[in-house]
DNA sequence: ATGAAAGCGCTAACAC
DNA sequence: GTGTTAGCGCTTTCAT
């Protein structure tokens, strides 16, 4: 429990506590001579600095919190990759706070964060978000914020995002290039960025194509498996969707179960796409086409903007959208060819 | 940007610094009526206590590391859910630092942890990790460190884990008994407890079973899945193995790919069994038998065991293996039987 | 080139 | 019951 600190290597060097600090802070106004005595203790002793002393005299943390909704999910946890391989580039700490989709829970982390404890924040919004005053607050406060995939646009900050509403027409024109003529959409909370670009992604391909657009063919899904997978049930038995356009990864594992269930047949019955970055999407029965984010960049580029406010003065965040484009991987889930793949002939005999 | 601060709070109620601290911090000496119109105000204007100050001060910084390999993992993920989950209930800030698997950048963390940062930490050893001196000079400064899943048992603290030996030996009997007679153990990291444990239990079952053993049939994975691929379909083709036991998610995923490309067919020419936490086990073709851990419990009881050792200064850590069971969830990818079950009859037309 | 001293915002003795 | 004061460990003028 003997810590080291400035005054102890200071009365060890016969220097002045100041003095050693400088020498630390490679000051200009040090002799080199000292300099290497000092940094050879400190190395010697594995000194560190008291970070909240420091913290506190300088008003800056050196670290920075990242709120998600969800950790359980590729997308963030691919995400958190990228944004931690930039911070541990720049030295900085990260903490995590998980809201899990509740609103108030990110109000309250929002609030904790209006002293010091963070220079900077990058979030993505709850899906129960629904007003944006404590985002504000801490924007007023001077903390920079900046968001990622799940964003508020109108806030003089950076958004970083995939093209979802293009992502999603692709989907909906694939599934439809395909054959399909009744296709449901899966669709994310309304009150988010997401839930509603990649929604309108699907109406405009709808309508682009001369389709019958049905509200109905809408599920509004929620955040409890259970209560999904009834809805799921629900319209597939009563609308017998020939296309499901899954907007997020577990609405596309629920629906591989409820076909199951039902014995309906991917992609022969219902063909199916989601968006998903599920490293097992290639092994599924059968292969799930995917939108693939690219989760690590956005994360990486989130965090680059974040520093670079941090690190010069000058710079202000302002409002940008930076859009990274997703990838459409076809696989046998939206196939419309009645040959089994060489790769699965092994499944019958 | 105009910060509040007890200085301000004070100056509005016409109070003395000291006496808003301790209004705020409930103290028995402070009236209730002042108490009620120093919080009052606080709320108004949203103070929030600056934490490094207190943090200084205290000695304490509400705070706990939790140091993991990687995280894009199902595993780590769900661990850190339970992690949090506790941490959230007792006010405690998470800072996440992910090694990579790399030894010296576990150090390195560490090493950073020395002066105050946090009060306790979390971890799971990367697999270069050979020495533990960096975990025995942080204990002595006196950080309670306690381990999961991939732990060192020699230090003196509580070690949570699921019984990997046991997972093991039944995963590897539920092969033999499949009728399996040359089994491949996929072999995680040596360095590593999980790694030792599993190929134990991988060992005694094959000698249990009267078997001949076979050291080829170890293969000695790494961290890389070029080269692991390499491994894989060297031996699947050389060795020609009827069972995979595959110690950790990512070589079972492996598994399929190369099984696909040697048009190997899971279970008929190879029976595979993993280690996995993923949700879409069920969904994959064929359907993964895997041993799944009860990763948010372990996460959970971790963090438990950290918090006991912070709330009461009298409870010291002490040396302790405290064991999760992992369930065993027979799917299709060792099914032994002919006969095609009903829900993929879909599949053969 | 080095040191003395003030102070970041808060807490906790100790006065009054 | 409230106020005064002395730090926590560090950084940073400003003196020497």
């Known amino acids: 429990m003997e810590s080291v600190d400035l005054k102890k290597l200071a009365r060890l060097l016969n220097l002045s506590i100041s003095t050693v600090s400088k020498a630390l802070r490679d000051s200009y106004d040090i002799s080199k001579e000292t300099k290497e005595r000092v940094i050879a203790l400190a190395n010697e002793l594995n000194y560190q600095p008291n970070p909240h002393a420091s913290s506190?005299?300088?008003?800056k943390s050196k670290t920075i919190a990242v709120i998600i909704p969800e950790i359980a999910n590729n997308f963030f946890t691919l995400?958190?990759?990228?944004i931690?391989?930039?911070?541990?580039?720049?030295?900085?700490?990260?903490?995590?706070?998980?809201t899990h989709e509740d609103a108030e829970k990110?109000?309250?982390?929002?609030?904790?964060?209006?002293?010091?404890?963070?220079?900077?924040?990058?979030i993505s919004l709850s899906s129960s978000t629904k007003d944006y005053d404590h985002i504000k607050e801490l924007q007023e406060r001077g903390l920079p914020i900046v968001f990622f995939d799940r964003v508020y646009e109108h806030l003089n900050t950076a958004c970083i995002t995939t093209d979802d509403y293009e992502s999603s027409y692709k989907a909906t024109q694939h599934l439809i290039d395909k054959g399909c003529t009744n296709i449901a959409h899966l669709m994310f909370a309304e009150s988010t960025s997401i839930g509603n670009k990649r929604m309108k992604?699907?109406?405009?391909?709808?309508?682009?194509?001369?389709l019958p657009f049905d509200e109905k063919m809408i599920v509004h899904c929620t955040n409890d498996d259970e209560q999904d997978y009834k809805l799921l049930e629900k319209i597939f038995r009563s609308k017998r969707p020939d296309g499901v356009f899954a907007s997020v990864e577990r609405y596309a594992i629920l629906s591989y179960d409820?076909?199951?269930?039902?014995?309906?047949?991917i992609p022969e019955d219902i063909k199916l796409i989601s968006f998903s970055n599920?490293?097992?999407?290639?092994?599924?029965?059968?292969?799930?086409?995917?939108?693939?984010?690219?989760?690590?960049?956005i994360g990486k580029e989130a965090a680059s903007i974040l520093f670079k406010a941090l690190d010069k003065k000058m710079f202000k965040l302002k409002q940008e959208n930076i859009v990274f484009k997703s990838t459409l991987v076809e696989r046998e889930s939206t196939s419309n060819s009645i040959i089994r793949k060489a790769s699965d002939n092994k499944k019958v005999f």
């Open 56 to 59: 506190l005299r300088r008003h």
């Open 79 to 82: 995400a958190i990759n990228g």
């Open 84 to 98: 931690e391989s930039i911070a541990q580039e720049k030295g900085y700490h990260v903490l995590i706070y998980i």
């Open 106 to 122: 990110e109000v309250a982390f929002i609030k904790h964060l209006h002293n010091g404890r963070v220079d900077g924040v990058l």
């Open 201 to 210: 992604g699907y109406v405009d391909a709808i309508h682009d194509n001369g």
């Open 258 to 265: 409820v076909c199951n269930r039902l014995k309906l047949s």
């Open 278 to 297: 599920l490293q097992a999407a290639a092994f599924l029965n059968p292969p799930l086409s995917t939108i693939r984010q690219p989760a690590f960049d």
